[in-house]
């Protein structure tokens, strides 16, 4: 990361304000709900809210600080969170390993996990069709043989291990 | 030595051929099972169960435990290798761990891991097998009140002298403590945070944050700085083994500390988790170089690891004795007893002697047999570091999102791990700091049960936490713990403003 | 002579004709049995001796999984098994959480979204106090209660708002006095603090104080049950079970036992809950199991089909009436 070159990445500012409101909105929710089961100090001790609601508070001053901090030095902030190239790679974890797990629901672990391991071998390796499919395929069923076979762990599964009578 | 006469005749019985390879057996499975995440000790003893039928109590513990003993030594692996923690316990050995194998020294780190492993664990069988009946009467001291003040004195330990900006621990920190109390208050019953969902009855588990903050959030890192782990160049021989070992010694100080707040942990019952985070915060504190901890420091690895394994073992007195399991693995051979018709209790030791002294006299084999077979595996797992990464950074992410759906075969946590994993890459990015959060994440909810249970107890006088000399001491401790950066601090500053005002 | 061996060839053919009829479902998959509760505790305890059992004795073609699922005070468990609909291979052992987490909750799920299979037996309670206590009788304790100030006397429990809490407000009610409920995550946990000597008293099931009442650490006082327990083999060295005297009679108007028994999903076929109820048959003539229920002193009572969902229903009302006048309805 070098700190000068403005225009070539994703200023650091934008992620820090987004993470810090995020956080922020986090300890309203958790200051919200506390109020709602009680916060007082009740003679038997403190009631189920009172802990949260510190919590809440303490989180959302913080959050407000980093927040409140980078708004003030919105324009002076010249450091980079992540080059653009940068962020492309890591890109190209995120969007692979998210559209996986979104399909996790409907096709089970299994067939999106091949899925996911021929993708990438394919397309960040210099692996043959052969070598590819080889290792998408075996290292989902050797998944299902040690967790359903051996140790009896049912594991998220689709219409596909359905209609092979699993 | 009327202990010593049991141990010896509980060494004949444990030291058969026959039950040498239902150790070997359950030993293998169990660093198996410690390896994946999502496979737990319970998991392996309902493989193994419907073997043991054919044997005699004895061998059949004895076999179940080895599982135990396996996992114990599993959990290092992945946390070493890949920052993911296989077990909770673990998630301290990656603070260093991982940062070693960066450097190519992954064989190094698994070495001292399982070096500590064995270490700990042995120190704990040696306090069970003298000790047992002291300690298991120094367990019932523990109501509520000092339940808290270990707590405390846990996260006092861990807490301070962080590099990172003081908002941001606040904010993590804060953050773990409010997914901590997401779920079902345990002292009125109370939903909390939950909005109606469903999903979100069983709260947030730590092993799905620390999947996705740790595992996932890594691999996103990793990708940002090319398409390789730096490990890659790990030199592999036995030689490193030896070489480790006599680094090893320099630290037996570490080794006494860790052993010690291991045992203690594991028998109050504290839980071998937070033994290895306040093994790890104490080694902190008492290093001359406490900057070189978090990026790679051998002695960060020893002291979790001895700590998590003395608790871990001795977390088997209060089960035998008392009948309460320390860990969730703990309960499970805790169930098998009981199908023999062996019913733990303060009486085991004297109705069941052959029986007991046998699990004892297997602890110690276990153990070593157990450091043997992972030392000679060193290298194959480093080894793991070379497979190309277009490979193995998919089969990581499969790995993680079984590891996240086996906790509660809940979908939903399967999208939270990936929700954490984001959250874990821009936290690293934007400098707010882990451990804090993962600390809190375990402890918080414990922490506040111990105090409103206190709280009741005492019909809310504070005062109840320097009832007595064993939870006034703890908390004193505590405190003494949490003033010892910020008096640092505070003279750091004065040092820095009769600087500046000589200067001026 | 020739008579029986025809009379017994008969037999096993009518038996080999009748047998695939009355079996006509079996599991094909793994079976996984959900705990509502956290390890170590009374469910997980039975459901982990069933699973030992069935292995041990082959009455199961496919192995049994136990699984626990205790979020939400066992909601987690209960919610899983109602999605599942459908579902032959997932049963579920229950705790009384079955109705006070629905009531104190309000979380969507009652005993009538599940099929019911069997009734195992039921759980007894006893009210325990450390050895050393200088309340030998439950009636001395009843008066020091009643003599004390509110809020003297502590009485730890599992969890908040089920059948510890409930049997701790029967309590207060013959007393008259408030009694401080400190709840603790299991029962093994609640039994320590006992011995411990943190706590006055609690309502532990017997199989989780019998280890320590039987080393002498434990007094108990009496069991909620309308009739003294059956088992006369001495447990301590001076008392068995059967001489544990009833509340009633030491005048605490407490009776209540907590069900074990088993759920399926819904819309469970006939066929399908047939097979379970047998091999629940088939596991109560074990001795293993005998010697089970003698150690944990349960109330075997076996019930099946209608007199169960019948048992069931009246249970739930019993609850809604015992939550409502203590309180613990959720607004």
Redesign the interface.
Known sequence: MSDQEQGAGLNRRIPEAGVAALLLAVGGIVIMDSLRVGIEWADDGPKAGYFPFFIGILLAFSAGWTLLLTLLGWSRETKLFSQWSELRDVAAMLVPTTVFIVAVPFLGLYVPGAVLIGYFMKRHGDFGWIATILTALCVPVTFFLIFERWFLVPLAKGPIEAWLGF | MDELNSLFQGFAVAMTLPNLGFMLLGLVLGI?IGV?P??GG???V??L??LT?SMNPTSAIIMLSCIYWGALFGGAITSILFNIPGEPWSVATTFDGFPLAQQGRAAEALTAAFTSSFVGAFFAVLAITFLAPLLAKF??????PEFFAVQMLTFCSFIGMSKD?P??T??AM??G??LA?V?????????????GY?EL???FDFLIAVIGLFG?GE??LT?????AFKGKSAKISFKVVWNTWRELLQYWRTFIRSVLIGCWMGITPGGATPASFMGYGMARRAAKDKESFGRGNVEGVVAPETAAHAAGTSALL?MLT????GS?TA??L???L??W?L??????FVEQKDFVWGLIASMYLGNLVGLFVVLTTVPWWAAILRI????I???I??IC??GA??V??S?FD??M??VF??LG???K??R?PMAPLVLALVLGDMA??S???????S??DVGIFFGNWLVGGLMALAIFLLLVPAWGSFKDMLRRREASAHLG | MKLTKIAAAVGAIAALCIAPAAQAWEPTKPVEFVVPAGTGGGADQMARFIQGVVTKHKLMKQPIVVVNKSGGAGAEGFLEVKGSAGNPHKIIITLSNLFTTPLATAVPFNWRDLTPVAMLALDEFVLWVNAESPHKTAKDYVSAIKMGADNKFKMAGTGSKQEDQIITVLVEKAAGKKLTYVPFKGGGDVAVQLVGKHVDSTVNNPIEAEAHWRSGKLRALCVMDANPLPYKTKVTATQSWADIPTCKSAGIDAEYLMLRGIFMTPNATPDQVAFYVDLFKKMRELPEWKEFMEKGAFNQTFMSGKEYADWVAKAEAQHVALMKSAGFLAK
């Not at chain 2, 019913?343 to 085991?348: A, D, V, W």
């Open positions: 198996l994946l999502g496979l319970a998991n392996g309902a493989i169960l419907p039928f367990a019932l001291e523990f109501g509520p900006p908002m941001k606040l904010a804060m953050l403590f409010a109390a779920g079902m208050d345990t002292v009125t019953g109370q939903l909390r945070m939950t909005f469903p009855l069983k709260g996932i691999i996103l990708m940002e700085e090319g398409l209060p008392l009948g309460i399991p969730p309960a499970v805790l169930g098998g009981l199908i018709g019913q733990p209790g303060p009486l085991l190309p990464f277009p490979v950074a998919p089969v992410i499969v999102a079984i759906y086996t509660h075969s979908i399967v999208i791990m990936l994993g984001v890459y821009l936290f990015k934007l707010y506040e049960s105090f409103r249970q206190s709280m009741l107890l019909q809310g």
